[in-house]
């Protein structure tokens, strides 16, 4: 986790605001799984209940862009290392945990959501919409974004259909 990164710090308040279990880790060094160096993952959550997570916290603000030029597609690119990382971490840590790349929206006004949306909140004086999405459906679904970047992404079709509130996460999985 990088302090400095509002939407980090964000998801942090959100973990604690729900008295989430966590491990906030250090970003600026990379850590060593198996035979070689992979890059960190910003948390390790262990419950409520079974949730097992490794998770990768990419912020987003929506819409992007401002006054005519404003994006209203939810953002959710990623780099080809954090996919391979999560799923790394995931099996390094055994078959009950997931990895997990939560999306950590900032709303910009004026663009507003119903305040009965779940896993929506206020965290210094923004407002955050968490959402989140198995690394391994991500990984199922993913089309490449920025070959020179390194970058995916979900079409938006895709996303729709298994992006979830983060708070699901957190339950017991069922089946």
Same mark, same amino acid.
């Given at each position: 986790? $990088?302090r400095? #990164? ?14 989430? !279990? &966590? ?11 198996g ?35 404003? #994006?209203?597609?939810?953002? #959710?690119? !990623? ?27 900032? $709303?910009?006004?004026?663009f507003?959501?119903?305040?009965t ?5 206020? &965290? ?25 970047w ?7 079709? !895709?996303?729709?259909? $298994? ?5 699901? &996460?957190?339950?017991?999985?069922s089946?």
């Open positions: 986790m $990088i400095s #990164n509002h939407y980090e710090a964000a998801f942090e308040a959100y973990l604690r605001g729900r008295g989430v !279990a &966590f491990v906030a880790t250090d970003e600026a060094k990379r850590s060593v799984l035979d070689g160096s992979v890059k960190t993952a910003d948390f390790i959550i262990v419950g409520p209940d079974t949730a097992r997570l490794v998770v990768d916290v990419k912020g987003r603000k929506f819409p992007s862009g401002a006054g005519d030029k404003a #994006n209203t597609t939810w953002q #959710n690119w !990623a780099e080809e290392e954090d996919i391979d990382a999560l799923g790394r971490w995931a099996a390094g840590f055994g078959p009950d945990f997931r990895g997990v790349l939560a999306f950590a929206y900032q $709303i910009q006004p004026p507003a959501l119903p305040p949306t779940p896993d929506l909140f206020t &965290f210094r004086a923004d407002v955050y919409l968490l959402r989140g999405v198995e690394v391994s459906a991500y990984r199922e679904h993913m089309r490449p974004r920025s070959k020179s390194k970058t995916v992404h979900l079409p938006a079709e !895709a996303f729709r259909r $298994i992006v979830r509130p983060f708070s699901e &996460f957190l339950k017991p999985r089946g």
